[in-house]
T-cell receptor
């Protein structure tokens, strides 16, 4: 029943690199596409979110790109730092306003110094 | 504000035992939910509640019960623990069903032997 598919499962980059995490969804009736960041031993926390009528959103070093026709969206981390090492989850909010979040499988990012 | 709190942090159960995972929030949020996190599976919704006295099933509800007698508390009950319920459990809350930002607790790591 997974409606949001995320790749890659893990990613290693050098400091300053630009890791890219990709997600694809199967259902067109989503209102928002948030990304959550999770550090080891902690709960996930909201990082950035985008609406489906916007093609790109930037917040600091984090950028979401959204391709509605391809049903794909991705997270880019500019000038990545060792402190960005975490697990990243993409998610989708169905339009039914139930409050449900549908998560992707997660990507574990390691940024080497 | 303490935010979302969960107890216990760690728990080991034997197959067939029952227990309750506690979750509380002090933000007066209407929406609360329980997720389980398993490697490669992301976060999967177990049960959720849109307000006191109202609960509904998520993606993986079997073997779990919930109730919501107050706005603040949303306990998750394992009726008869099975090894397949070994997981990390997260409670989350948000002020309404139309927001994409959910606040997660620190998690409970459960092992069933």
């Amino acid at each position: 029943q997974q409606q949001v598919k995320q790749s890659p499962q893990s990613l290693i980059v050098q400091k300053g690199g630009i890791p890219i995490i990709n997600c694809a969804y199967e259902n067109t009736a989503f209102d928002y596409f948030p990304w959550y960041q999770q550090f080891p031993g902690k709960g996930p926390a909201l990082l950035i979110a985008i609406r489906p009528d916007v093609s790109e959103k930037k917040e600091g070093r984090f950028t979401i790109s959204f391709n509605k026709s391809a049903k794909q969206f991705s997270l880019h981390i500019m000038d990545s730092q060792p402190g960005d090492s975490a697990t990243y989850f993409c998610a989708a909010i169905p339009s039914s306003n139930t409050g449900k979040l549908i998560f992707g499988q997660g990507t574990t990012l390691q940024v080497k110094p | 504000n303490a935010g979302v709190t969960q107890t216990p942090k760690f728990q080991v159960l034997k197959t067939g035992q029952s227990m309750t995972l506690q979750c509380a929030q002090d933000m007066n949020h209407e929406y609360m939910s329980w997720y389980r996190q398993d490697p490669g599976m992301g976060l999967r919704l177990i049960h959720y509640s849109v307000g006191a006295g109202i609960t509904d099933q998520g993606e993986v509800p079997n073997g779990y019960n919930v109730s919501r007698s107050t706005t603040e508390d949303f306990p998750l009950r394992l009726l008869s623990a099975a090894p397949s319920q070994t997981s990390v459990y997260f409670c989350a809350s948000s002020y309404s069903t139309v927001t994409y930002e959910q606040y997660f607790g620190p998690g409970t790591r459960l092992t069933v032997t």
